[in-house]
């Protein structure tokens, strides 16, 4: 483990890059092949290797069940639907 808090934070971050990217393949919509791929691959992630991510969660300090909620909350398209809400307020004002 990193010694000081620079490194823990670089640590930390790195770790949650991982997690940012995994949830933006989960949440990929459109229709390039390796876009599927790489969405398939973070399902198969999710639903057989649950060690493995709950294991990256702790790398990253992040609560692993809150993380699979959000990653369901992200597959749903429920965080684009809030987007949609906050621009349209944004426009009306």
């Not at 393949?25 to 991510?53: I, T």
């Not at 809150?66 to 009306?92: L, M």
Request: with cysteine.
């Amino acid at each position: 483990m990193p010694e000081d808090s620079v490194d823990i934070a670089n640590h930390y971050n790195l770790w949650r890059a991982v997690l940012d990217q995994a949830v933006q393949d989960y949440a990929y919509k459109g229709k390039s092949k390796d876009g599927l791929k790489y969405k398939e691959e973070v399902e198969k992630w999710l639903k057989y290797k649950y060690d493995e991510f709950k294991f990256v969660c702790d790398l990253a300090a992040v609560d692993h069940q809150r993380a699979r909620k959000e990653f369901d909350k992200y597959k749903e398209g429920e965080y684009d639907r809030n987007w949609e809400v906050i621009r349209t307020a944004k426009k009306s004002k």
